[in-house]
């Protein structure tokens, strides 16, 4: 101790050395040159993934607008041509025949507009749907009522009450219809007796 008090430093053992901090392991430079690269390639295929799915999807929006944005007006349209048909078919067929000539080109000329308007609208992806004669679709076709006919098979459309449309491949309106009832059985497509002999088989 010395005369003020204060405590003397230790001597230094010469032999012990300080304990060096240990040394950070050294990075080869190529592992990781090579591991930005792979890096820089998983994001740059990510990216070009998003971009491909964006110009997808932008695509299929952009047909489906210019498939499906008139849905509303063509709806309307369908309208006028209904009150256009009723019109027409509330003249009996007597007085078509006896109509004076300004009637009868008051007739046609409601015709000749329904016809256009048609045909303005399949113009444009709006297609009408007459299934009397064809299979019940539900899919396609409302029924309002069966209609019993041994001489029509059973379950195909006898009447059309109200004709429908479709747009692109969206039914735009149901066909309004009567379905037949009593008759025979269609017969099942080649696709169903297929179907049912795999069920048969798989059954077994």
Do not use: C
């Not at 430093?9 to 060096?20: F, G, L, Y």
């Not at 190529?30 to 295929?45: F, G, N, T």
């Amino acid at each position: 101790m010395t005369d003020n008090g204060a405590k003397a430093p230790e001597p230094t053992d010469p032999n012990i050395e300080a304990a060096a901090p240990e040394a950070a392991p050294e990075i080869d430079p190529l592992e990781q040159a090579i591991k930005e690269r792979d890096d820089m390639r998983d994001r740059w295929m990510r990216a070009l993934a998003e971009m491909e799915n964006l110009r997808r999807r932008t695509e299929r929006e952009v047909a489906d607008a210019r498939t499906y944005g008139i849905t509303g007006f063509a709806r309307d349209m369908v309208g006028i041509s209904d009150n256009m048909r009723r019109a027409l078919d509330a003249v009996p067929a007597e007085l078509r025949a006896s109509a004076e000539s300004g009637l009868k080109a008051l007739i046609e000329g409601v015709e000749l507009t329904d016809r256009e308007l048609v045909k303005s609208l399949e113009k444009h992806g709006v297609k009408k749907i007459d299934p009397k004669g064809q299979k019940f679709d539900p899919n396609f076709h409302q029924a309002m009522f069966e209609m019993p006919d041994p001489s029509v098979p059973a379950g195909m459309v006898a009447q059309v009450v109200q004709e429908g449309f479709v747009i692109g491949d969206r039914v735009l309106r149901p066909a309004l219809v009567g379905v037949s009832k009593g008759g025979p059985k269609v017969a099942p497509t080649a696709a169903s007796n297929d179907d049912e002999a795999v069920n048969t088989r798989g059954q077994g």
